[in-house]
């Protein structure tokens, strides 16, 4: 689809899939069924697939792994900003839903035609991330994990569905090396101060202090970067962000 212009779905201007073609629900229930494959284990992960100029054979062996993780990706904005900004980082980026995954697959192979050598450190798979972070991901092997604009869940009831809890912060905490960073943002107040209790209140998170957020050059794209938060900006809404380290707890 890439190498014919006359596509309807890929804009003759940019050369890049054209959004309104992978439109989809602006949130997934990540409790019901979905049929998608998942690697039994990492070492089953396809970084041919995922990454063939860097893996062109599925038989080499990974000497590098994936360590960003951006969960529930969105359109990838985020994703792209980082592959440039970390060219020598993989990272991937874990969808629900299947247009949005599909735009996304679209979009980068997009982007590497059209600028050779670039975006071939990054990918995106279609998953339930708040099922399968341990088929994907090793102990100890991601350095940042991304949780930008979530669904909010807003009933009491469908707090379970939320994508920070503190049973699944057990798992990221396990995928997450020590030192290791989640990035947390929202435009909901209430998801904002959960999101930020939850990992207050875990023994193997600590709060960034304010001079690394400083210096941080991730910090400023959590608003930025994304198709949600670049909305937010043009409504003049207010983000509520929490960003935490991974730490040894203490005995």
């Not at 708040?130 to 092997?141: A, D, H, L, V």
Request: proline share 7%; aromatic share 10%; hydrophobic share 35%.
């Amino acid at each position: 689809m890439l190498k014919n212009e006359a596509s309807p779905h890929i804009s003759k201007t940019t050369r890049l899939p054209r959004k309104r073609f992978y439109r989809a629900r602006a949130h997934s229930n990540p409790l019901s069924d979905s049929h998608f494959p998942v690697p039994l284990s990492p070492c089953h992960v396809d970084y041919c697939l995922h990454y063939p100029q860097l893996f062109p054979s599925s038989d080499q062996s990974v000497n590098s792994k994936i360590q960003f993780a951006d969960i529930g990706c969105g359109f990838g904005g985020l994703l792209i900003s980082l592959s440039t900004l970390f060219p020598e980082t993989l990272m991937i980026g874990m969808e629900l839903r299947d247009k949005v995954t599909e735009y996304v697959k679209e979009r980068i192979l997009a982007l590497r035609v059209e600028n050779p050598g670039q975006y071939q450190n990054v990918s995106v798979v279609r998953t339930n991330s708040m099922k399968y972070i341990p088929n994907y991901f090793e102990k100890g092997q991601l350095s940042k994990m991304f949780f930008l604009f979530p669904d909010p869940h807003f009933k009491e009831k469908n707090h379970r569905r939320r994508v920070i809890s503190p049973h699944l912060l057990d798992e990221y905490a396990y995928a997450l090396c020590i030192g290791g960073i989640i990035y947390t943002i929202t435009d909901v107040e209430e998801l904002g101060e959960w999101m930020k209790a939850c990992l207050e209140g875990h023994p193997m998170f600590e709060a960034v202090r304010d001079e690394e957020l400083e210096a941080d050059p991730v910090v400023k794209l959590l608003s930025s970067a994304t198709e949600e938060g670049q909305k937010v900006t043009r409504n003049g809404g207010q983000t509520f962000q929490a960003v935490y380290k991974r730490v040894v707890p203490s005995l």
